[in-house]
């Protein structure tokens, strides 16, 4: 973990960044975040797709239908259904979440409500660290330019 009183220097001149291969630094880029975010995620108990469940249900005190939630998750980094399955039974057997008796609808307890909300608000101090020394337009303009990249090849990206 870095802070604002670490010192940051770029791996190449101006000159040699234009011929760095954009896969690498990109993947890089993402395993380190993503590796960040799941340690963060585990230090609260939390597996990143049982976030992510948490997330869909906080704003539907009713609950939601769990093939919704699993059709919206499935293709976050690659978590398939029966993950997303398993993860919700392990949040169910914590008391975070209940499901109906044919399991076709989950919602979210109190305590699930409590963590997501505790573990809500390090996730955003998290992102404030990701973030830091990257001005909001200077990150707006990478993301276009990954997503013109990935158009570029032909390739999907996910977006909500």
Partial sequence: MTNSTDTFTYSHSDEELINQPIGYWASTAGAAVVHHIRTM???????????????QLVDTPEGRET????????????????????????????????????????????AGRTLRDDTAVRQGNLRAEIHEGIPDEDYIRTLKVLQR???????????H
């Fill in 67 to 110: 093939a919704d939630v699993v059709a919206i998750l499935r293709g976050y980094l690659g978590v398939g259904d029966g993950n997303l399955h398993h993860d919700i039974r392990a949040l169910r057997e914590r008391g975070l979440l209940t499901e109906d008796e044919a399991g076709a609808r989950i919602t979210i307890t109190g």
């Fill in 41 to 55: 995620l585990a230090e609260a108990g939390l597996t990143q797709p049982q976030w992510w469940i948490l997330n």
């Fill in 149 to 159: 990249m990935i158009h570029n090849v032909g390739g999907e990206a996910w977006h």
